[in-house]
């Protein structure tokens, strides 16, 4: 790597300490805020990604939320965080994630993530609420 390139890294850079409200704060301007990952699979990543995604909702009032996911799993979640299906709860509401990349959505964190979306929307469904969205680039017969 360049260093100029690691010099504008580190400009950049903030450690995690100081929460994830720095990081969001930059996020809230853009159209767009892309959340790859580095490690699928780990707790600690789930984690920040639903922290961050909650603070870009309730703080920076973003609304769509786009999954690379298989369509409709995604359709079924998005479904329960809009209250216009009736489910048990969140891990029902992510049942249909059996293919790969099963792990990435069926665990504690998104489930958690879910069960908040779904109370979040609950006093803007006049208003549209939040929207989980599919994402994928690819077709669905390919997931």
């Known amino acids: ?69 298989d369509w409709p799993a995604t359709l079924r979640v998005h479904r329960y965080t809009r209250g216009t299906v009736e489910e048990p709860g969140a891990d029902e509401a992510l049942g249909d994630f059996r293919r790969f990349p099963r792990w990435m959505w069926r665990n504690r964190e998104m489930s958690g993530f879910v069960e908040w979306l779904r109370e979040w929307n609950r006093p803007l469904m006049d208003e549209g609420g939040r929207h989980l969205r599919h994402g994928s680039l690819q077709p669905p017969h390919l997931h």
């Not at 450690?15 to 707790?43: K, N, Q, W």
């Open 1 to 69: 790597m360049k260093a100029s390139s690691i010099a504008s890294v580190q400009d950049i850079a903030r450690p995690l300490e100081e929460g994830l409200e720095p990081l969001a704060a930059c996020a809230a301007t853009a159209d767009f805020v892309l959340l790859g990952e580095a490690s699928h699979g780990t707790h600690e990543f789930y984690t920040i990604r639903a922290d961050l995604t909650r603070l870009l909702i309730a703080r920076h009032c973003f609304t769509v939320i786009a999954l690379e996911a």
